[in-house]
């Protein structure tokens, strides 16, 4: 029959590591930024990918906060799901990482915010063109074409 044994001696894996080593660790939590951007479809669905994109995680008020950038359209949804991409996160690397999501809207490129150029109607044209003054004329011209 074996006997139990207990080993004393055992130590931490921490205080093997070099000094160099433990800094380096201590200094970057964000090392797993990198796996958390390449897997980011894997661990929070296809779904929520799509409306939400990681920019980076940090430091924020002592504790590790991931950044997501979002649509305004699914700024609610995100929002609501916030515990849950936490949640997702921390079991994916094993451990708990982050503890926090911080918000940014992305800036729309819609075809709303594009300035429409000044059409001139006919009869538009033909008042600019019956003015004595050519400068006045010329800038008016310029303007409505400039804006095209």
């Known amino acids: 029959m074996k006997k139990n044994r207990s080993f004393s001696t055992l130590k931490p894996i921490h205080t093997l590591l070099p000094e160099n080593l433990k800094k380096l660790i201590k200094n970057h939590p964000t090392s797993n930024y990198e796996n958390l951007k390449k897997s980011w479809k894997k661990i929070v669905g296809e779904n929520l990918s799509k409306k939400c994109e ?28 916030r515990d849950e991409i936490i949640e ?16 940014n809207i992305k800036e729309n490129k819609s075809p709303q915010g594009v300035k429409k150029g000044l059409k001139l109607n006919k009869k538009m044209e ?14 008016l011209k310029n303007f409505s074409n400039d804006k095209k």
């Open 126 to 139: 033909n008042l600019i063109d019956s003015l004595n003054d050519e400068e006045l004329k010329n800038k």
């Open 88 to 103: 997702k996160v921390n079991s994916f690397l094993g451990f708990k990482f982050a503890s926090k999501i911080l918000i």
């Open 54 to 81: 990681l920019v980076k995680v940090q430091k924020y008020n002592s504790e590790n906060s991931i950044f997501l950038k979002v649509d305004r359209n699914y700024l609610i949804e995100v929002d609501y799901s």
